[in-house]
């Protein structure tokens, strides 16, 4: 991958943001772009805008730093409250939407980058959006492969007015996939201008990261079978059956390593950390930023199959078996279908029985199933390098701050 020749004049500046209420699939992904983006430059730096409580605990190349604005968590009923802050959610968005317009206005970015909601969460973002497109900084809207079922996401977005926002402060949409996985706004009804300004990057590849960071296992030994459940706040069912299938088969032929995630609950975690206490064959940690570092020496992975687990099943080609979340949202379930169509992985869906023998039979074919490699699609993990070509066509041109109208 080539350098990018440093431009005349002050150093670039892209400023990210991303909601993060809850788990860690916005914070990486935009981790790993801020990082494609100032490994290919050294003349542009990245400010990362996060919400997520524990964004400190990753490590970030130079010229990369972060802002963490004040945190919310989803109820489970759909409802939003302040994370550690006693305030009303009206009083936390308000200093969230203020701490965002703030920050835009004294970084100046020469690119704004939004992750996923176009808005941002209740509209917190329009503010700073209105704000950058009359001083000329172009806006892009960046989506994961899947977004929802288009007959779930089409009433949502009409409900948040996302369409005339598109139209309204967006100049381009990249999509962080492909299309022969998933075409995310597929059945929404779009404006045609809005239709065009889409660009598939394909995946993320990532990196391994360096030896001397990966986590030291203490009682097993490689090859073993990984079992990652993200963020961990909602895969506590996924934990228990592969832990069920250990107990009651003790002939698998691969120990395993479990990554429990930092959004477990500590009551689950404890009970999780017990069992895996009295089995010789199983080690569990709770949470390690660089958990890929595990995937790639793992002979095969069970994972719930969210957009960087995948992206990591794909760049360290590794055998995987997804188990799909399915609910509040089909994200997971519809990446897993398309990707075992193509022959990428196999998913296993969650029955809610959950038979021991079924997992067994699962982990123990797992290691001899296809190589993602082994499936040819062309642009698949072209992410990086296409983020950061179009990063570059929006960073190098001349600011005009005339509205976005204008400016195309």
């Not at 670039?12 to 490994?39: N, Q």
């Not at 429990?260 to 930023?289: C, H, W």
């Not at 029955?351 to 021991?356: A, L």
Request: with cysteine; hydrophobic share 40%.
């Amino acid at each position: 991958m080539s350098k990018i020749t440093p431009a005349p004049g002050r150093p670039k500046r892209v400023l990210i943001y991303s909601h993060d209420t809850f788990g860690l699939g916005h914070l990486r992904r935009c981790r790993e772009i801020a990082h494609a983006l100032v490994e290919a430059d050294e003349n542009i730096s990245v400010l990362i805008l996060s919400g997520s409580p524990i964004i400190g605990s990753f490590g970030f190349k130079n010229r990369v730093d972060f802002v963490r604005i004040p945190g919310v968590i989803k109820l489970r009923g759909g409802n939003y409250v302040s994370l550690k802050l006693p305030l009303d959610i009206e009083h936390t968005l308000a200093m969230r939407a203020s701490i965002i317009r703030h920050t835009a206005d004294i970084f100046d970015p020469d690119l704004f980058i939004v992750d996923k909601e176009p808005l941002g969460l209740r509209g917190e973002v329009k503010q700073t959006l209105a704000l950058l497109r009359d001083k000329g900084v172009p806006c892009v809207l960046g989506l994961r492969d899947v977004m929802d079922d288009p007959e779930l996401l089409a009433p949502e977005w009409e409900r948040k007015k996302v369409a005339p926002a598109l139209t309204e402060f967006y100049d381009d949409i990249w999509v962080y996939g492909l299309p022969q996985i998933c075409r995310p706004l597929e059945g929404l009804d779009l404006p045609a201008s809005v239709e065009h300004r889409i660009t598939y990057t394909g995946y993320l590849k990532r990196s391994p990261p360096m030896a001397s960071l990966i986590p030291k296992l203490e009682k097993i030994q490689e090859p073993y079978i990984l079992v990652t459940v993200g963020g961990g706040g909602d895969g506590e069912d996924i934990i228990d059956w592969v832990l069920r299938a250990y107990e009651s088969d003790a002939s698998l032929p691969y120990p395993a390593v479990m990554v429990l995630g930092p959004f477990m609950g500590s009551k689950l975690q404890e009970d999780f950390l017990a069992r895996v206490d009295r089995l010789p064959n199983v080690e569990a940690i709770t949470f390690n930023a660089q958990v890929d570092g595990l995937m790639e020496r793992a002979v095969g992975v069970v994972c719930m199959g969210g957009y960087n687990t995948f992206c990591e099943v794909l760049s360290f080609d590794k055998r995987a078996l997804i188990v799909p979340r399915t609910k509040p949202r089909l994200e997971q379930f519809i990446r897993a279908e398309r990707a075992q169509e193509l022959g990428l992985v196999r998913m296993l869906l969650d029955d809610d029985v959950r038979e021991p023998a079924t997992m067994s039979t699962a982990i123990r074919t797992l290691p001899q199933q296809p190589l993602p490699s082994q499936t040819v699609v062309p642009g698949l993990l072209d992410g990086r390098d296409n983020v950061i070509k179009l990063a570059r066509q929006w960073v190098d041109r001349v600011r005009q701050p005339l509205g976005l109208q204008a400016r195309r």
